[in-house]
């Protein structure tokens, strides 16, 4: 999961493969709150991890559930409609799933609990569900503002005569929390009347459908009366299966709508949902398929292609898939005309308010964008040139951040930045991860950042926080001839020039792999072995032979992939990467640089003598800046960074400002 500030995605050219979809949120927390409140085990095969999963799981433990979790299986032990834990305050972050039904369970349960989240949560109404428990005799007291969280949860004196009155036009949560709720109290028939149009019906179908699963049939007068029946009991099923998200397959939907088909294949097939899902979003197919998308489905997939170019706009009305309509208004950028979404009134209450956020964020990338209370329409940029490159806001709101990374398919080839990338954790943590697994881009248009210098100049170290803080791939070139070195001396080949050719055979055949921070060569880790004093002059002797770089050069180039690179070594940017729209050249002092390497050598336990240490640096560098191949030497457009005197933080501030210096949006 990317957990950097900002992500630049480059323009993409098409997309085509398969991805495997996480499971649904909407399914994942309705099945962990049943599993908890029914008696006995339930195991939730294909659960979502995420930080909404996350904080009901935090929430169940402190709760006194039974959880144990393996991968994607968790065991949930339920309390069996009884609870027995001490006063409690639970942290709900920005969990609507968690916090609605939460609340309506511990209230007809009764006991003495606090229930806040983060800021955003502390502004999303829950005073409807509020009303409509204290009906029942709930008693709920506001510790902010009336009508919000966070909330206290005292001891009901329950009232089950009369129907319960809840309002169904803000959220469909709030319906769900007391379908939920309430079987744990039906000594008779409990009737629930919605006041207003019901939004957002296909949540409540899935929430009528998991209670089914857990032994509790409601009965259902059209949209506006529901019945819990008398003595019914939450059971558990046993076993579950939880469904792909089906909002989280609309952008791969529209990603095989827009994007054309590439590396010999057509099309993005989507596992893990079919047309048959429980879900209401997965009717997205239908909106996608009038904008022009062909789809085929079997019993758990879906399989999308570009079928109409430019996509067809549409006039729709959108209660039937409130979330994955987001990702309709990214779709319209791409369509023939001007395309309206109807009866979203619900995304105003989201995690942001999602109509004023989506139509700011349209209109930077120079669509016309016009918002009402319950519509939005898009229409969009008139041309290639009409299309301006932009940085995304994301207001902490998944979504957004999905749906925009769609825009990196505009015509004018405009990189698109996507701020606070980690927000997909929500749902989704490895969402741009699985995008560029099928994307596909053009070589010139991945961006590399090269970070070149001589030894112990920290250019190592700098390559990696830089990488972390903007999300790119990392390469440690040296590594690879240190790994050769280390190979060769370890085949008893000698390192000497007459013997370069035997030493390419032996490179040509390794196994090498990278895991994060460590290197294995045939499967054996050898990340501290190629990091001694003598692996790094043999790695200098190997690099100066030039039958040695040329077979390198093809399999360093291979690290530049989405969403992009950087690269430290000593010829990154004069021979490996010569286009790259960022050179640094890292320089120290030699004495600086000598008391760097004592300092680390003797923390590491290792004798060292200051004096050699420094005559073995100048030495290299004198060897790698005079041999014939790939000299060390600043590439001629590089930025030019002495870091004798400054702290590594410092050095990364500099860099990420020469690189936002070159990014045609403004940083965020």
């Given at each position: ?42 195991t ?14 935090a ?26 834990t ?67 949860i ?8 009369a129907?319960?009155q ?25 009737v ?27 009965r ?7 019945t ?19 909002s ?18 057509n ?21 996608a ?28 009305d ?23 979404l ?22 930077k ?23 301006r490159?932009?940085?995304i ?22 990189p698109?930045r996507?701020?606070d ?7 989704f ?8 697994s ?23 170290t ?16 040296g ?34 792999r ?102 073995d640096?100048?030495?290299?560098d ?10 060390l ?14 702290t590594?933080?410092?050095?990364v501030?500099?860099?990420l ?12």
């Amino acid at each position: 999961m990317f957990s950097t500030e900002f992500l630049d995605l480059p323009p993409l050219l098409g997309a085509s493969g398969s991805v495997t979809l996480p499971g649904s949120k909407s399914i994942s927390n309705r099945v962990l709150l049943l599993a908890a409140l029914c008696e006995g085990t339930t195991t939730i095969h294909d659960l979502l991890d995420s930080d909404d999963t996350r904080v009901m799981l935090a929430a169940l433990r402190t709760l006194g559930c039974g959880v144990q979790e393996n991968g994607s299986t968790v065991e949930i032990t339920g309390l069996g409609g009884r609870l027995g834990t001490a006063p409690a305050k639970l942290f709900m972050g920005n969990a609507g799933t968690a916090m609605r039904p939460l609340t309506a369970a511990l209230a007809v349960l009764g006991g003495d609990f606090e229930l806040s989240g983060v800021p955003r949560m502390h502004e999303r109404p829950i005073g409807d569900l509020v009303d409509a428990l204290r009906q029942l005799g709930c008693h709920i007291d506001y510790l902010g503002q009336d009508g919000f969280p966070p909330l206290r949860i005292g001891k009901p004196n329950l009232k089950l005569d009369a129907p319960i009155q809840v309002r169904g036009d803000v959220s469909s949560q709030f319906l769900t929390a007391l379908l939920m709720a309430l079987p744990l109290v039906a000594t008779k028939d409990i009737v629930i009347e919605v006041v207003g149009e019901l939004i957002s019906r296909p949540y409540i179908e899935i929430t009528l459908n998991l209670l089914a699963r857990f032994g509790v049939q409601v009965r259902r007068d059209g949209w506006q009366r529901f019945t819990i029946p008398a003595g019914c009991k939450l059971q558990s099923p046993k076993v579950l299966h939880v469904e792909a998200d089906a909002s989280s397959a609309s952008y791969f939907i529209a990603l095989g709508a827009i994007s054309m088909g590439v590396r010999g294949q057509n099309g993005i097939k989507i596992q893990g949902v079919g047309a048959d899902s429980i879900q209401g979003d997965i009717r997205f197919i239908d909106a996608a398929k009038q904008m022009g998308a062909r789809i085929e489905s079997g019993p758990n997939w879906l399989e999308v292609r570009r079928a109409a170019w430019p996509l067809k706009a549409i006039d729709l009305d959108c209660n039937h898939i409130p979330d994955a309509a987001m990702t309709l208004a990214v779709m319209a950028l791409y369509a023939d005309g001007t395309t309206t979404l109807r009866n979203i009134a619900s995304w105003r209450v989201k995690e942001t308010d999602r109509i004023a956020a989506m139509a700011t964020e349209l209109r930077k990338l120079g669509a016309t964008v016009v918002e009402g209370a319950d519509f939005i329409r898009v229409t969009p940029p008139t041309s290639a040139q009409d299309w301006r490159a932009a940085s995304i806001h994301t207001y902490d709101d998944h979504r957004i951040a999905m749906c925009f990374s769609l825009a990196v398919f505009n015509p004018a080839g405009l990189p698109v930045r996507i701020e606070d990338p980690k927000c997909v954790a929500k749902t989704f943590p490895d969402y741009f991860e699985t995008l560029f697994s099928v994307a596909q881009a053009s070589a010139t248009h991945i961006p590399v950042v090269c970070v070149d210098g001589p030894t112990a100049s920290g250019k190592g170290t700098l390559a990696a926080v830089v990488a972390e803080k903007l999300g790119y791939h990392f390469l440690d070139s040296g590594s690879l001839y240190r790994i050769t070195g280390l190979a060769a001396t370890r085949a008893g080949i000698a390192l000497e020039v007459a013997n370069q050719e035997a030493i390419v055979a032996l490179l040509r055949s390794l196994p090498i792999r990278f895991e994060g921070s460590h290197i294995l060569l045939d499967g054996e880790d050898v990340s501290d072995a190629i990091r001694t004093e003598e692996a790094g002059m043999n790695a200098s002797r190997v690099s100066a032979f030039p039958l040695v770089r040329g077979a390198l050069v093809d399999f360093q180039r291979n690290f530049r992939q989405l969403p992009g690179l950087v690269a430290d070594g000593r010829d990154m940017g004069t021979i490996i990467f010569p286009n790259a729209p960022l050179k640094v050249f890292l320089t120290a002092s030699a004495t600086c640089r000598a008391e760097r390497r004592y300092k680390q050598l003797i923390s590491k336990g290792i004798p060292a003598i200051l004096a050699d240490l420094r005559a073995d640096l100048e030495a290299r560098d004198a060897r790698d800046s005079s041999r014939p191949v790939a000299p060390l030497k600043p590439a001629e457009d590089a930025q030019l960074l002495d870091n004798s005197d400054l702290t590594v933080d410092s050095s990364v501030e500099i860099v990420l400002d020469w690189w936002q210096s070159k990014q045609p949006f403004k940083s965020a």
